[in-house]
């Protein structure tokens, strides 16, 4: 059974750093494209960024660019966003999602969400 | 590629048949997928490929459409799909979504 378990919400300051992982199971991580995506509170959904399977690179969102970093570690199954430089426009429950067979940008699979709160 | 839906909020009575509609900025073929949420909940892959059903959705939801024109329908809404569709296309970077559809009782 496919499962994504996410930690490292929480409040942090403008200007702060937070680290998001998803730690994945049922299925190997490295041969599927795995994206956040995040929603601001009573908003819609924002794919902010993807990371491909193999060795494919990575893509971001320009709200997030040079900011926010996507990575995985094959070894821990764990996908990873690094947030840098945070705005109060980055309040948000992120998720991480699991791209399809179909492509890369379809997502199938879902973590729970993980709010991340920016404020002083 | 701006993602548009209409309507904002739907109305409508258990057993009614509900319709959403999606419209693409620009042409994205069939590359359009459907997601439902629930409050407190993460999305769900419903459709893809404007017309497929995601892994154990029932057959009451049907996608249709192609080129910037799409449709995500109901047959005969049970209790449990009263909750807000997004839209999205899912060609290219970025991959956007609509700004969601409210199917409310």
């Known amino acids: 059974e496919v499962q994504l378990l996410g930690s490292g919400g929480g409040l942090e300051q403008p200007g702060g750093s937070l680290r998001l992982s998803c730690a994945a199971s049922g299925f190997t991580l490295s041969s599927f494209a795995m994206t956040w995506v995040r929603q601001a509170p009573g908003k819609g959904l924002e794919c902010i960024s993807t990371?491909?399977?193999?060795?494919?690179?990575?893509l971001y969102a320009d709200s997030v660019k040079g900011r926010f970093t996507i990575s995985r570690d094959i070894s821990k199954s764990t996908l990873f966003l690094q947030m840098n430089t945070l705005r109060a426009e980055d309040t948000a429950i992120y998720y991480c999602a699991k791209g399809h067979s179909s492509g890369w940008f379809l997502f199938d699979y879902w973590g729970q969400g993980m709010l991340v709160t920016v404020s002083s | 590629v701006v993602m548009t839906q209409s309507p904002a909020t739907l109305s409508v009575s258990p057993g009614e048949r509900a319709t959403v509609s999606c419209r693409a900025s620009?042409?994205?073929?069939?590359?359009l997928a459907w997601y439902q949420q629930k409050p407190g909940q993460a999305p769900r892959l419903l459709i893809y490929?404007?017309?497929t059903r995601a892994t154990a959705i029932p057959t009451r939801f049907s996608g249709s459409g192609s080129g910037t024109e799409f449709t995500l329908t109901i047959s005969s809404l049970q209790s449990e799909d009263f909750a807000v569709y997004y839209c999205?296309?899912?060609?290219?970077?970025?991959?956007?979504f609509g700004q969601g559809t409210k199917v409310e009782i």
């Open positions: 490929g404007a017309s």
């Open positions: 990371i491909g399977a193999g060795v494919s690179g990575t």
């Open positions: 999205q296309h899912s060609a290219s970077w970025p991959a956007t």
């Open positions: 620009q042409s994205i073929s069939s590359n």
